[in-house]
């Protein structure tokens, strides 16, 4: 438990000069795209990742490997630029920094999205992306530890190598009480938010990927456990750390007018010489949204203008790469309640760590199993009326599997606060916008690839997204006062200064912070309408190159994107052992 045998990884120096595929970035979906193409021993993979591997036994700790509470290790914290509409605030972005990626740092949410997340795709033109198509993808890859192995249900897998459950028991006594305030908001409790049956909006019982000894299970340790790693050593090599500098992309051959991926560049993150790896068949880019564009642009693929602002010779113009940047930005507001009934307890009296360490070590149970939020509230503003209840207009509105269904709100109740804010007991609702109509980018600071990329999330650059964030602060402070009513000890700690438009625009501003859920920088749309990817997932105007992590999402899914970028991952496999036959 406390010990571990070297996780089986390669130098720079070892690589072969030539492999099938090579995969670039081993995060959330390079894992599980290497997992799928290695299984093929006549097929050779090379993964390469640039933060290291970094497991070790508190990596496996659900709380203490989630990056807010982590020693930040296994993270790579960003900037933003200045925010125009945020008052020329910087907001602190969150990205990963070892195999597994997001997986390894998130909050564990095993959230799909409603069916209509996928559906909207597919009505939008791209062919195979609907929720019936996409399904086997999420149960292919999953082990719902909730399901009856005998008879699951049919929308969950029960084989697959991605563990993930809920708790029976409630951790929080004000968790039964939301339930039953938001019941009387006219919100329903959802059990299961992955049933597709389920109604379009709900207060959501939270499904987290721990596995059923209590474990983390990120992307890593599921589909590149060492012990498989090591048995397909004669074909699955990893590199990590590792640099790769860019994809080395041929001159347009004049006939068809594309290019093509050829291999790599790399280097070990230590320094030393650069060395070219050929790929034979494919490269596949799943460095996640920041630095798949990015590494896009260091190869050439790009816009132009700001390709050429870098000296870099372009190869293709293509000038949806880093541009359609969405996230789900936040906003919480924090209230007191009693002192038992919230994490700050381990700040306020610090020795029950040791308490809740032993009772994790031995039986397994207890609060570093991770338990917030433990519920996430999904509303469609539009059905609020104006005393923040929701009132439904027709039967319709229920229906998850309609586009015009998309919750645009979600409200997660964490039990814990700002000490300094709550004195006692905090409590509080991170209030995020799922469906942002504001668009930001990602662009080169520098030519090196070491170097960040310059990130502006263009956060509420629309009055949609003002709109969205006030009823959703608004509904939060209803059910506070639902609790409230119903002689739940709770009250004010930092909210807005009263009911006006300006006086929630003004909290708005100063609290605005990301929910690290960042996609569409890669985007897979027609070229003419900012594309960068096709239907299969192939970048335009150059053969060889595909892109699968959730910069490629045509939208930013409504839901916590971890799931999404795993189905994502397993269709990407599947196109490419199909256009392998």
């Not at 498989?228 to 050593?233: E, H, I, M, N, P």
Request: neutral net charge; hydrophobic residues 35%.
């Amino acid at each position: 438990m406390f010990w571990q045998t070297r996780y089986p990884t390669i130098l720079v120096s070892d690589a072969l000069e030539v492999y099938d595929y090579i995969i670039i970035g081993g995060g959330t979906a390079g894992c599980v795209i290497a997992n799928r193409l290695s299984k093929d021993p006549g097929v050779s993979v090379l993964l390469l990742e640039r933060g290291g591997v970094k497991g070790g036994w508190f990596s496996s700790i659900p709380l203490l490997s989630t990056h807010f509470v982590s020693d930040g290790s296994r993270s790579r914290v960003l900037r933003s630029t200045p925010q125009k509409h945020l008052g020329g605030r910087t907001i602190e972005l969150i990205s990963s920094n070892s195999l597994g990626g997001a997986s390894k740092i998130n909050s564990m949410l095993y959230n799909r999205g409603i069916p209509a997340e996928y559906n909207s795709w597919r009505d939008a033109g791209r062919v195979g992306w609907g929720y019936e198509d996409m399904l086997r993808f999420f149960t292919r890859s999953e082990t719902d530890l909730d399901q009856d192995p005998r008879n699951p249900k049919p929308y969950h897998g029960t084989s697959g190598e991605w563990q993930n459950r809920s708790h029976n028991v409630h951790f929080w006594d004000h968790t039964p009480r939301i339930i039953r305030a938001t019941t009387a908001l006219g919100v329903p409790y959802v059990d299961d938010l992955n049933d597709p049956s389920q109604p379009a909006y709900g207060c959501a019982k939270m499904h987290y990927t721990i596995d059923s000894s209590g474990r983390r299970s990120s992307t890593h340790t599921a589909f590149l456990p060492a012990h498989l790693v090591r048995s397909r050593g004669d074909n699955l090599h990893v590199c990590t750390p590792v640099l790769v500098q860019r994809i080395d992309v041929s001159s347009n051959d004049g006939a068809s007018g594309e290019t093509s991926a050829e291999g790599v560049w790399i280097q070990s993150n230590t320094g030393g010489r650069s060395r070219f790896v050929r790929a034979k068949r494919q490269v596949i880019l799943s460095a996640g949204p920041f630095n798949s564009p990015q590494m896009l642009m260091l190869s050439g693929i790009g816009p132009a203008d700001h390709l050429k602002g870098h000296q870099i010779p372009v190869r293709k113009d293509l000038p949806g790469v880093g541009s359609y940047l969405q996230d789900h930005v936040g906003v919480p507001v924090q209230f007191r309640i009693p002192l038992r009934d919230s994490m700050t307890q381990l700040q306020l009296r610090p020795w029950l760590i040791i308490v809740v360490f032993f009772q994790y070590l031995l039986f397994g149970t207890g609060w570093l199993l991770g338990p917030f939020p433990e519920l996430a509230i999904f509303i469609q503003s539009r059905l609020l009326d104006d005393k923040s209840r929701i009132a439904m207009r027709t039967k319709e509105d229920k229906d998850a599997s309609l586009p015009s269904n998309l919750p645009d709100a979600e409200l997660m109740a964490i039990p814990g606060g700002d000490v300094k804010k709550v004195i006692d007991g905090g409590f509080g609702f991170l209030n995020v916008t799922l469906r942002p109509t504001s668009t930001g980018s990602v662009r080169l600071a520098s030519t090196d690839p070491s170097a960040d990329p310059t990130v502006d999330p263009n956060y509420f650059a629309t009055e949609n997204d003002w709109q969205v964030m006030r009823s959703a602060v608004r509904f939060s402070l209803r059910i506070k006062h639902e609790l409230a009513a119903h002689h739940y000890a709770i009250s004010d700690a930092d909210v807005p200064a009263g009911p006006t438009d300006a006086e929630m625009d003004a909290f708005i501003l100063s609290r605005s912070l990301s929910a690290n859920h960042y996609s569409s920088t890669c985007r897979m749309a027609p070229e003419s309408e900012g594309g960068v990817v096709d239907d299969r997932l192939r970048v335009y105007g150059v053969r060889n190159l595909r892109v699968a992590d959730s910069s490629i999402f045509p939208s930013i899914l409504g839901a916590h994107l971890v799931a999404g970028t795993v189905a994502v991952a397993e269709k990407c496999a599947d196109m490419v052992k199909e256009g392998d036959r």
